[in-house]
C-alpha cells in the first residue's frame, strides 16, 4: 500500500506476519522536513494496530561499520539489524544487460 506525502511515496506490504518497507523517493528541496521520519511511524503505528510483530526495512546494504546514511537513518527507530547471506540479482536478458552496461560506461555514466 502506498503512501504520499508531499515530496515522498513509500511503497509498504502488510501480511499477518510482518510489515516490509520495499521503497520511497524524496525531493532534497523538502530535505528538512523530515517527512521519512512520519511515514515510518505512522506504518509502524498502523502494523501496531494491526497486532504485527515484525517491520522490516528491508534493503539494508553496505557497510555496517556507521558510515552508512541509510543504516543509520533506520538505526533510530531502535530496532535491531538481522545481516542475512547472500544476495541474488537475475537479469532476464543478460545480452541486453551487458550492452546497457558497456554503453553507459563509454559514455561515464556509471
Request: aromatic letters at 20%; glycine letters at 8%.
Amino acid at each position: 500500500m502506498p503512501f504520499y506525502f508531499s515530496n515522498l511515496i513509500l511503497q509498504f506490504a502488510y501480511n499477518k506476519f510482518e510489515t516490509t518497507y520495499f521503497i520511497s523517493g524524496t525531493n532534497d528541496k523538502y530535505r528538512k522536513l523530515y517527512s521519512p521520519y512520519l511515514i515510518q511511524n505512522e506504518a509502524m503505528k498502523r502494523s501496531i494496530k494491526k497486532e504485527i510483530a515484525t517491520y522490516n526495512f528491508y534493503g539494508i546494504s553496505g557497510n555496517f561499520d556507521g558510515t552508512d546514511g541509510i543504516l543509520n537513518f533506520k538505526k533510530h527507530f531502535n530496532g535491531h539489524i538481522v545481516q542475512k547471506i547472500g544476495t541474488f540479482i537475475y537479469y532476464p536478458n543478460p545480452v541486453k544487460h551487458q550492452t546497457i552496461h558497456t554503453v553507459k560506461k563509454l559514455f561515464g555514466r556509471m
